[in-house]
């Protein structure tokens, strides 16, 4: 069956403590693999695309990886202000215009 | 460019009302789709749309419509609301390319059933 599970569920780090989300995939021909980060009370606000196994992408403390089986999400040095959900979603080959989501780590990071 | 709009904010229906939330996008984005977010349960697509006249169904499209006239509007209209269509709704947009398939979100509605 298609589908993306992330962990941990939820995470608590304190400000400069780094760590790694994860997002694991068992899709057929993988076409994309995307992160978000949302805020409560927000939608979903766009970060990355990685489309093949070994690449890498960064954005401020952020940097994701890809695997042919899973994604890390590592976030260094962390602040406050990263505090939100973060998502996985991915796009297959069974059906290029839908994505399946994960359900998100909830990261809280403490002053 | 106000990106991805949505109205309204919140919402309280009764069982067996409908009503049509508004999306509206000034991207020029090709690909448009409704979401709905529920604890547990993640992002779920309802219908979605790959241009001006052309929707299709997601996961979950029991007991919603869509239709698109227009490039920039895509409204989900609720037949007959029911206390399991109480969720958050997230309108997206995209410019649905091959390359570019990152997708930007609304604010969101929250609707609650009764």
């Known amino acids: 069956e298609d589908q993306v599970t992330q962990s941990p569920e939820a995470l608590r780090l304190q400000e400069g403590e780094s760590s790694s989300l994860n997002c694991s995939y068992t899709v057929s021909g993988l076409r994309g693999l995307f992160w978000y980060r949302q805020d409560p009370g927000k939608g979903p606000e766009f970060l990355f695309t990685?489309?093949?196994?070994?690449e890498e992408k960064e954005k401020e403390r952020l940097k994701a990886t890809l695997t042919k089986k899973e994604s890390f999400l590592h976030i260094t040095a962390p602040k406050p202000e990263d505090s939100a959900t973060y998502l996985c979603?991915?796009?297959?080959?069974?059906?290029?215009?839908?994505?399946?989501w994960g359900l998100g780590t909830s990261l809280a990071v403490n002053p | 460019n106000a990106g991805v709009t949505q109205t309204p904010k919140f919402q309280v229906l009764k069982t067996g009302q409908s009503m049509t939330l508004q999306c509206a996008q000034d991207m020029n984005h090709e690909y448009m789709s409704w979401y709905r977010q529920d604890p547990g349960m993640g992002l779920r697509l309802i219908h979605y749309s790959v241009g001006a006249g052309i929707t299709d169904q997601g996961e979950v499209p029991n007991g919603y419509n869509v239709s698109r006239s227009t490039t920039e509007d895509f409204p989900l209209r609720l037949l007959s609301a029911a206390p399991s269509q109480t969720s958050v709704y997230f309108c997206?947009?995209?410019?649905?390319?091959?390359?570019?398939?990152?997708?930007?979100f609304g604010p969101g509605t929250r609707l609650t059933v009764t």
């Open positions: 997206a947009s995209s410019s649905g390319t091959l390359t570019s398939y990152e997708q930007y």
């Open positions: 990685l489309y093949s196994a070994g």
């Open positions: 979603a991915v796009r297959y080959a069974g059906n290029n215009r839908k994505l399946i």
